[in-house]
C-alpha cells in the first residue's frame, strides 16, 4: 500500500478503539472520527469546489459514505488514507455529474496575462487559485482529478492511481495527456 506524503503508517490506537464502537452502534464514537479527521477532508475537498455550501455537502457525503461502508475498512492502512479514497470518489463523481455546460468557465483576456507566465503578487495568491480552478474546470473529470492528485495534493503517481483506482501505468498515462490539454488550453487562450 502507498503511504502519502507526511501520513503516519501506523494505526492509530483511539482509530480503532472509535471504529470498533461505531460498528457496535455507538454514535459518539463515529462522532469522534468525524472530529478528527474532517479538517483533512475538508482540504481535500476544497480542490473540487471552491463554493463553501458544495465543499460542505461534499465533506458530508464522504463521511455519510464511510460510516455506511465501515464494515469494508480493513485496518491494514491508517483510516484516514481509507477515507482520502472515498474523498476522492465521493469528488469525482460530483465532477461527472455536473454537465458539460457547467465546466465551462471564460476567463477574461487579462486573467490569461496572469496564465502566461506572470506570476502573481503575494497578495494576488487567492485570485491565482481562482484562475487555476477556472482552468482545470475547463478539463474532463479525470484530467482535472490526476492534476489535482499531483500537482495540488503533492500525490506521488503511484499514491494518485491508488487513490483513484487506477494503474500506476493508466495514471501515468492520464497525467501525460492531461498536462498536453492543459498546456494546449493555456496557448490558445481559450
Given amino acids: 500500500m502507498v503511504i502519502p506524503i507526511g501520513a503516519s503508517t501506523s494505526l492509530d490506537a483511539d482509530d480503532c478503539r472509535d471504529i470498533a464502537a461505531t460498528l457496535l452502534g455507538d ?13 483533512d477532508i475538508a482540504r481535500q475537498m476544497s480542490r473540487f469546489s471552491r463554493e463553501f455550501a458544495v ?3 461534499l465533506i458530508h457525503d464522504v463521511f455519510v459514505e464511510a460510516y455506511l461502508s465501515l464494515r469494508n475498512y480493513k485496518s491494514s492502512a491508517p483510516w484516514l488514507h481509507w477515507l482520502r479514497k472515498i474523498a476522492v470518489r465521493v469528488g469525482y463523481r460530483y465532477w461527472t455529474s455536473r454537465k458539460a455546460g457547467d465546466r465551462e468557465i471564460t476567463l477574461s483576456d487579462e486573467d490569461w496575462q ?6 502573481p503578487d503575494a497578495g494576488e495568491a487567492f485570485e491565482a487559485a481562482e484562475l487555476v480552478y477556472a482552468l482545470l474546470a475547463q478539463l474532463s473529470p479525470s484530467d482535472r482529478l490526476i492534476l489535482t492528485l499531483v ?6 503517481m503511484a499514491e494518485a492511481a491508488h487513490r483513484a483506482g487506477w494503474t500506476v501505468v493508466g495514471a501515468k498515462l492520464r497525467a501525460f495527456r492531461a498536462r498536453n490539454r492543459l498546456a494546449k488550453l493555456i496557448e490558445e487562450g481559450s
Fill in 55 to 57: 465543499r460542505d455537502e
Fill in 114 to 119: 496572469h496564465l502566461r507566465g506572470r506570476s
Fill in 27 to 39: 454514535g459518539e464514537a463515529y462522532r469522534r472520527l468525524v472530529e478528527r479527521y474532517q479538517h
Fill in 151 to 156: 500537482y495540488l495534493d503533492g500525490c506521488t
